[in-house]
T-cell receptor
């Protein structure tokens, strides 16, 4: 199993530009999570999908952030327009709910975003 | 407010010694706990988990202990190796999908 795949691994952009981060979850997992990690705030949950449907987006910081999951094997996190304070490492994680119970979340390698 | 936190931000251990990483939690409703290891430049990697109906669980070279009375969780690493150098996070869950992560403990293994 290749695990959770994220692209790009590094992204440097200028303030005001659109940024799109991509994630391919582990095959068979029906839950997908987007997190942001910074030194100041640690790991923050941005949004959670279950069976491709957004369940909880309360962690999305602003309307500039949006996420989609068009199918079970692909998700995107978009920031438009980007700002320097968005600089962070963004992780995608996937998990499988077994019979409705909680299951472990497996993280991807992350995308390090730098907004100049 | 309720939070998950770690007692010590850093831990230096001699190669071959055992490591103990501690975690305190305050949400008495939490019933599922996970330890993650994060190496530099990588995502958090699942190490071991434990549910509240257990007080001990063992994996390969790792043991997690749960003391619900004092809301304390620990991760023990036997015979610490250089590859164990990383940041270790505990995470708690009380229902559904949300994990609350601690701040993390940086473990440095001395040769």
């Amino acid at each position: 199993d290749a695990g959770v795949i994220q692209s790009p691994r590094h992204e440097v952009t200028e303030m005001g530009q659109e940024v799109t981060l991509r994630c391919k979850p582990i095959s068979g997992h029906n839950s997908l999570f987007w997190y942001r990690q910074t030194m100041m705030r640690g790991l923050e949950l941005l949004i959670y999908f279950n069976n491709n449907v957004p369940i909880d987006d309360s962690g999305m910081p602003e309307d500039r952030f949006s996420a989609k999951m068009p199918n079970a094997s692909f998700s995107t996190l978009k920031i438009q327009p980007s700002e320097p304070r968005d600089s962070a490492v963004y992780f995608c994680a996937s998990g499988g709910l077994l019979g409705g119970h909680r299951d472990t979340q497996y993280f991807g390698p992350g995308t390090r975003l730098t907004v100049l | 407010g309720e939070s998950v936190g770690l007692h010590l931000p850093t831990l230096s251990v001699q190669e071959g010694d055992n490591s103990i990483i501690n975690c305190a939690y305050s949400n008495s409703a939490s019933d599922y706990f996970i330890w993650y290891k994060q190496e530099s430049g990588k995502g958090p990697q699942f190490i071991i988990d434990i549910r509240s109906n257990m007080d001990k669980r063992q994996g390969q070279r790792v043991t997690v202990l749960l003391n619900k009375t004092v809301k304390h969780l620990s991760l023990q690493i036997a015979a610490t190796q250089p590859g164990d150098s990383a940041v270790y996070f505990c995470a708690e869950n009380s229902y559904d999908y949300k994990l609350s992560f601690g701040a993390g403990t940086t473990v440095t293994v001395r040769a």
